[in-house]
């Protein structure tokens, strides 16, 4: 699949370009009933979602945005700061009529920036389901022992993200190695994935997701530590054998939240949406019961 197809095939689903803050968002969705906001994080798209979106729970719509810039997504008119990220898919939600009752799904970065935007507006959503990712609370002691997993990889896609992505198979290799077992990667879904960063625009996104992050967040967290507490219903779902975010880093006794739950799941890596998607699925079940 070069850059210049158009998105994989999901049997049933809804596909539509929708403008929202500057950013020509690429949404697929899938079902109907209550919504279900699902973001993606590095290096996928909205594909990441395939299972959810090609079988949705009964009385769930899931709606699978690109992130700004990824996918089939247009760019930002600004960097790809997380809290300017969350502002565009709160457009996208506004623009989509999803104004309340909203369940919230986040993988990866859109995991860190789903975050964001509970914090921001709570009052739209009514539970979010985290999946491997840090939560905005850990402690600076937390992530100084873990610091050398960023490190192990991110200066290398901030510094050189766009010719890495476009021209080496980096990302295949990097795909196929990020899970427990690689099996759950096939060569046409790695293609699927990979291929989409050759195009420049998507490049210089994952690219800048990275270097906004090193330069500009990370010292901006250190200086003014998250103190807002969420109030919702928080499930954080966390496959133990990731090799690029710990656990620790979604620690219940450090969350400063009134209902919040980590449950860890062994043997399973960093992409748990790929290789527990009938877990993902259950949790998202329990939590629209719980919410309902």
């Given at each position: 699949?070069?850059?210049?197809?158009?998105?994989?095939?999901?049997?049933?689903?809804?596909?539509?370009?929708?403008?929202?803050?500057?950013?020509?968002?690429?949404?697929?969705?899938?079902?109907?009933?209550?919504?279900?906001?699902?973001?993606?994080?590095?290096?996928?798209?909205?594909?990441?979602?395939?299972?959810?979106?090609?079988?949705?729970?009964?009385?769930?719509?899931?709606?699978?945005?690109?992130?700004?810039?990824?996918?089939?997504?247009?760019?930002?008119?600004?960097?790809?700061?997380k809290e300017?990220?969350?502002?565009?898919?709160?457009?996208?939600?506004?623009?989509?009529?999803?104004?309340?009752?909203?369940?919230?799904?986040?993988?990866?970065?859109?995991?860190?920036?789903?975050?964001?935007?509970?914090?921001?507006?709570?009052?739209?959503?009514?539970?979010?389901?985290?999946?491997?990712?840090?939560?905005?609370?850990?402690?600076?002691?937390?992530?100084?022992?873990?610091?050398?997993?960023?490190?192990?990889?991110?200066?290398?896609?901030?510094?050189?993200?766009?010719?890495?992505?476009?021209?080496?198979?980096?990302?295949?290799?990097?795909?196929?190695?990020?899970?427990?077992?690689?099996?759950?990667?096939?060569?046409?879904?790695?293609?699927?994935?990979?291929?989409?960063?050759?195009?420049?625009?998507?490049?210089?996104?994952?690219?800048?997701?990275?270097?906004?992050?090193?330069?500009?967040?990370?010292?901006?967290?250190?200086?003014?530590?998250?103190?807002?507490?969420?109030?919702?219903?928080?499930?954080?779902?966390?496959?133990?054998?990731?090799?690029?975010?710990?656990?620790?880093?979604?620690?219940?006794?450090?969350?400063?939240?009134?209902?919040?739950?980590?449950e860890t799941?062994?043997?399973?890596?960093?992409?748990?949406?790929?290789?527990?998607?009938?877990?993902?699925?259950?949790?998202?079940?329990?939590?629209?019961?719980?919410?309902?």
């Amino acid at each position: 699949m070069g850059a210049e197809q158009g998105p994989p095939l999901i049997s049933g689903v809804r596909r539509s370009f929708v403008e929202a803050r500057g950013v020509r968002f690429h949404v697929t969705e899938a079902g109907s009933g209550r919504p279900v906001l699902v973001l993606h994080g590095w290096p996928q798209h909205h594909y990441v979602y395939r299972d959810l979106l090609a079988d949705p729970p009964e009385g769930l719509r899931v709606i699978a945005p690109d992130l700004p810039g990824y996918g089939w997504s247009g760019a930002a008119p600004h960097r790809w700061a997380k809290e300017d990220v969350a502002s565009d898919v709160l457009a996208l939600m506004d623009a989509l009529g999803l104004k309340d009752d909203v369940l919230l799904v986040g993988h990866d970065w859109g995991g860190f920036v789903g975050y964001r935007m509970i914090l921001r507006e709570p009052e739209r959503f009514r539970g979010y389901l985290a999946l491997n990712m840090a939560h905005p609370w850990v402690p600076a002691k937390v992530v100084a022992r873990q610091a050398w997993r960023m490190l192990a990889y991110q200066p290398l896609i901030a510094g050189l993200g766009v010719p890495l992505q476009r021209r080496t198979r980096f990302l295949e290799t990097l795909i196929g190695a990020a899970a427990s077992d690689p099996a759950v990667f096939d060569r046409e879904t790695v293609r699927v994935f990979s291929e989409r960063f050759r195009d420049p625009v998507v490049a210089r996104a994952a690219t800048d997701t990275y270097r906004t992050f090193l330069l500009k967040e990370v010292p901006a967290s250190v200086r003014n530590p998250e103190r807002r507490r969420a109030s919702m219903p928080i499930r954080a779902l966390f496959g133990m054998d990731d090799a690029a975010v710990h656990y620790s880093l979604a620690a219940a006794d450090t969350a400063r939240t009134d209902d919040y739950t980590l449950e860890t799941v062994s043997g399973c890596g960093h992409f748990i949406v790929d290789e527990r998607p009938e877990l993902v699925r259950a949790r998202l079940i329990e939590l629209a019961g719980e919410t309902a």
